[in-house]
C-alpha cells in the first residue's frame, strides 16, 4: 500500500501562483510515475501532468508553460508549480502514482478568483 498526502491548494487570484506537493509514504520503492489530475465542479477528471521515474514530463496543452511537475526521488515527492493562473485552473487536484496499480490521494482545493 502507498499512501499520499498532499499540501499546498488554497485561494490565489487570477495570474497568482501555487506550488502543490504530494510526499508518498508505505510501499514506496515500486513507484514509476508520479503525476497529478484536476477535477473541475461538474467535469470528469482529467490529466494535468506527469512525470516518469527518469524525468519525463507531460501535460495537459491547457497547462503547457504555465504549470511545471517536478520530483525528487530521493523523497518519493512529487511537485505542480502553478503560475499564471487563471479561473478555469480551479479545481480538487489529485496526486496519483503508479506502482503495480494506480494510487490516489485525497485531493486538495485550488480557485483562483477573476
Known amino acids: 500500500q502507498v499512501q499520499l498526502v498532499e499540501s499546498g491548494g488554497g485561494l490565489v487570484q487570477a495570474g497568482g501562483s501555487l506550488r502543490l506537493s504530494c510526499a508518498a509514504s508505505?510501499?514506496?520503492?515500486?513507484?514509476?510515475?508520479m503525476g497529478w489530475y484536476r477535477q473541475a465542479p461538474g467535469k470528469q477528471r482529467e490529466l494535468v501532468a506527469t512525470?516518469?521515474?527518469?524525468?519525463?514530463?507531460n501535460y495537459a496543452d491547457s497547462v503547457k508553460g504555465r504549470f511545471t511537475i517536478s520530483r525528487d526521488n530521493a523523497k518519493y515527492t512529487v511537485y505542480l508549480q502553478m503560475n499564471s493562473l487563471k479561473p478555469e485552473d480551479t479545481g480538487v487536484y489529485y496526486c496519483?502514482?503508479?506502482?503495480?496499480?494506480?494510487?490516489w490521494g485525497q485531493g486538495t482545493q485550488v480557485t483562483v478568483s477573476s
Open positions: 496519483n502514482v503508479d506502482t503495480y496499480r494506480s494510487y
Open positions: 508505505g510501499s514506496i520503492f515500486g513507484i514509476t510515475a
Open positions: 512525470i516518469t521515474r527518469g524525468g519525463s514530463t
